[in-house]
C-alpha cells in the first residue's frame, strides 16, 4: 500500500525546488492576501528507503568532516 506525504507552501521557488526533490504539485487555492497556496505530494518512502537516505546522509556528512 503507498502511502503519502504533503507539504503546502505559497513560494513558487520553493514549488520548483521541491519538484526537484521529488514532489508532485496538486492543487493551487488562492489565499486572502491575493497570493496563492500550493498543495505538493510524494511517495512516504519505505522503511528500507529511509535507512538508506540515513545512511547516505551520515555517509556525506563524514566525508565532509
Do not use: H
Amino acid at each position: 500500500m503507498l502511502r503519502f506525504e504533503y507539504k503546502r507552501c505559497q513560494n513558487w521557488e520553493d514549488v520548483v525546488t521541491l519538484g526537484a526533490d521529488g514532489w508532485e504539485l496538486v492543487g493551487v487555492t488562492p489565499d486572502e492576501q491575493g497570493g496563492s497556496w500550493f498543495y505538493l505530494k510524494r511517495t512516504y518512502p519505505s522503511i528500507r528507503e529511509q535507512i538508506t537516505q540515513e545512511q547516505r546522509t551520515r555517509a556525506l556528512q563524514e566525508a565532509g568532516d
